[in-house]
């Protein structure tokens, strides 16, 4: 079992930067690939961004790439998301999720634990 709290949601104006947080707890952090995914209201969920199990391989949405950038502080046990930019469009609940695999994945049925969310709101 893999416990993920996340934070540093919040408002900000358009334009701005938010960083984002997921502490993990309860297995080894390094056996599990990363992602953070987001949904906004009346929305599926969709993915933002993915960080294998070393931190050495990163994927993004075309939505968030050049703005976003994930990363993992394994001694931390931790995983980041640093929002750049940020668009009215980005407003959503964040969600960090682990899967037990060397790799991460752009679909949200491949990871098994989830974080309870983190909101967004960017103000234009």
């Known amino acids: 079992q893999v416990q993920l709290v996340e934070s540093g949601g919040g408002l900000v104006q358009a334009g701005n930067s938010l960083r984002l947080s997921c502490a993990a707890s309860g297995r080894t952090f390094s056996n599990y690939a990363m992602g953070w995914f987001r949904q906004a209201p009346g929305k599926e969920r969709e993915f933002v961004a993915g960080?294998?199990?070393?931190?050495?391989?990163?994927s993004y949405a075309d939505s968030v790439k050049g703005r976003f950038t994930i990363s993992r502080d394994n001694a931390k046990n931790t995983v980041y998301l640093q929002m750049n930019s940020l668009k009215p469009e980005d407003t959503a609940v964040y969600y960090c999720a682990a899967r037990p695999d060397i790799f991460s994945s752009g679909t949200f049925r491949n990871y098994d634990y989830w974080g309870q969310g983190t909101q967004v709101t960017v103000s234009s």
């Open positions: 960080i294998n199990r070393s931190g050495t391989t990163t």
